[in-house]
């Protein structure tokens, strides 16, 4: 079983500043099968990135994916008052799939 | 519109069981891959089963493998979980998830239902 972890737990930003979220991978995923989604309280998640790099429809071009192998991450590049929320990354390497614990992206 | 309407939730002793029932409209169902993931309060998304479009290809967590049984109708444009056994730990809100393939190599999911709660408890 691949197993991620995402760092860190939490991370206190203010809007406008950048966030860089890490999930780092216990074995290879190969072919970049990395997808990254946002929850909000209450709410589903929402995909933002799968193919560790490609936004899916919809997604501002303030988010962003980048790494491969077993490093990975999702970048806001200034954050918006509606991207404080969970964020979790999947890999759909291999059976069974995995999500990462998950980032908390909170006001400062 | 894609749309995903969870049912079947609710708050079961243990050792009991529970059928849990997702119902697709907006996209040509029979087309993809669903799946159940479920997220304990408070806590992480874990998924708990896949199965591809035509049935023939099924996966399932270590965690759920023996309790567990995922099922479609096509023809109702429906996804099921059976769960039987229920323990405490399976606690939890179960989303119906649609895969963005067809067959039995599983990917991520693009897009999931609001999520209907199962609660075991004595």
């Known amino acids: 079983e691949i197993v991620l972890t995402q760092s860190p737990g939490t991370l206190s930003l203010s809007p406008g500043e950048r966030a860089p979220l890490s999930c780092r991978a216990s074995?290879?995923?190969?072919?970049?099968?990395l997808a990254w989604y946002q929850q909000k309280p209450g709410q589903a998640p929402r995909l933002l990135i799968y193919g560790a790099s490609s936004r899916a429809t919809g997604i501002p071009d303030r988010f962003s994916g980048s790494g491969f192998g077993t490093d990975f991450t999702l970048t806001i590049s200034r954050l918006e008052p509606e991207d404080f929320a969970v964020y979790y990354c999947q890999q759909y390497d291999s059976s069974p799939w995995t999500f990462g614990q998950g980032t908390k992206v909170e006001m400062k | 519109e894609v749309q995903l309407v969870e049912s079947g939730g609710g708050l079961v002793q243990p050792g009991r069981s529970l059928r849990l029932s997702c119902a697709a409209s907006g996209f040509i169902f029979d087309d993809y891959a669903m799946h159940w993931v479920r997220q304990a309060p408070g806590k992480g998304l874990e998924w708990v089963s896949g199965?591809?479009?035509?049935?023939?290809?099924?996966e399932y967590a270590d965690s759920v493998k023996g309790r567990f049984t995922i099922s479609r109708d096509n023809a109702k444009k429906s996804l099921y979980l059976q769960m039987n056994s229920l323990r405490a730990e399976d606690t939890a809100l179960y989303y119906c998830a649609k895969d963005i393939t067809a067959a039995g190599s599983f990917a991520y999911f693009d897009y999931w239902g609001q999520g209907a709660l199962v609660t075991v408890s004595s």
């Open positions: 199965i591809s479009w035509n049935s023939g290809g099924i």
């Open positions: 074995q290879r995923v190969s072919g970049n099968f």
